[in-house]
């Protein structure tokens, strides 16, 4: 019998949907997984996990990080990928900027893992800064929104004076929308601009604080990806039928549906960045023009990575394949004509337990899973309590 390809999956956040959902996508399509998570994460609560450790209590980042070590020396890691942003950052900087305090064989031996599991350290900066990303985007003919990197109010201001208002401003560095904020005039901006996360919490890759652009209108589109040293595997790119919050956010109904400009688009973004492992893309569609602009880039499994499978798209089995050394022979990309919606679990039905969306098209509820059912259906009660 072939051996089985060892992924690790490593998380800290304790309801994030991803690392709970992506054990059974993996395993089913070949790979022995560990989970490594924080006690009582959903990530915990999977059956389809072959092992799950749990990080210590209170551990500093220095403990978190041995413990990542620790666990990929026991599990024989081959590959390791990162359940959420702030261990994606981690990782990222122990390749490239390590602490003299963490110069050591087993952190040596996780950052040639990371290596392995994220591709071209060349490529790190540009996904963490989104001024880098952007250069590197608009050099591979992806359109980005008109905007400047700035490092205070002033040049703030004056970017925004040149672009005229709306627009908006994002931190360099950043997750889930934190310190995103749209602006109408200049004491929007210089407010925006004194609320930025502080550079402890999201430490810049570069020059500057914040991305300061032209603010578009349009469709969102996230392109989910899997890709080996710079090259696309497979993906689909859906939008949002309904979004978790009445101000936008995340989707918590999809449509897929094929995007070729934007599949295409992400083929060479993903060549530029020499991307390995799982990866998810935001773009947004201009209203005007009818182009796809990129967003961000996410590094990493994503609440919808788990889903590629029910649509056709099987994201972890072309991994599988890479990992193996053979030929990924699967549909690449959702076929022209498909259009199908799915109501993400516990998404929507945190948005709205009566959801008429919940009753009328298809879910992802986890029905094979019901340790992690019931972890996600106390969600829930624990966010009225």
Not at 171 to 183: D, S
Request: charged residues 20%; glycine residues 8%.
């Amino acid at each position: 019998m072939t051996p089985r390809f060892r992924v690790l999956v490593v998380t800290m956040g304790t309801d994030y949907v991803a690392p709970a959902r992506m054990p059974r996508e993996l395993s089913r399509a070949g790979f022995a997984v560990t989970v490594l998570a924080p006690k009582d994460a959903l990530a915990t609560r999977t059956v389809h996990a072959a092992a799950i450790v749990r990080f210590p209590e209170r551990a500093s980042i220095y403990e978190w990080l041995h413990t990542v070590a620790s666990t990929a020396q026991r599990s024989a890691a081959q590959l390791l990928l990162p359940g959420d942003d702030v261990t994606l950052r981690l990782l990222m900087r122990l390749v490239l900027d390590p602490p003299p305090e963490l110069k050591s064989d087993a952190m040596a031996e996780l950052a040639a893992l990371v290596m392995r599991s994220l591709g071209d350290p060349a490529g790190y900066g540009a996904s963490l800064d989104k001024s880098s990303l952007a250069r590197v985007a608009a050099s591979v003919g992806v359109a980005v929104p008109a905007g400047e990197a700035v490092g205070d109010e002033a040049a703030a201001v004056t970017v925004a004076d040149a672009l005229g208002y709306p627009v908006i401003v994002r931190p360099l560095v950043g997750t889930a929308g934190v310190g995103v904020v749209r602006c109408a005039d200049e004491a929007a901006v210089r407010q925006a601009m004194r609320d930025l996360p502080s550079p402890e919490s999201f430490p810049p890759i570069g020059n500057g604080r914040a991305l300061v652009q032209r603010l578009l209108t349009g469709l969102g589109a996230n392109h989910a990806a899997v890709s080996w040293q710079g090259r696309q595997l497979a993906g689909f790119t859906r939008t949002a039928v309904q979004t978790q919050r009445e101000e936008g956010g995340p989707s918590s109904v999809s449509r897929y549906a094929p995007q070729p400009g934007i599949a295409a688009g992400n083929q060479r973004l993903i060549a530029a960045l020499g991307l390995t492992g799982f990866s998810s893309t935001e773009y947004l569609i201009d209203d005007a023009t009818g182009v796809a602009h990129l967003i961000e880039i996410n590094r990493r499994m994503t609440p919808a990575t788990h889903t590629g499978a029910q649509i056709g798209v099987d994201l972890a089995g072309a991994l599988a394949a890479a990992c193996t050394g053979r030929a990924w022979d699967g549909p690449t990309d959702v076929p022209a004509g498909i259009d199908r919606r799915l109501a993400l679990f516990p998404q929507e039905w945190m948005r709205n337990p009566r959801s008429a969306h919940l009753a009328e098209i298809a879910t992802d509820a986890p029905w094979d899973d019901p340790d992690l059912f019931a972890s996600m259906l106390n969600l829930q009660l624990e966010r009225k309590s």
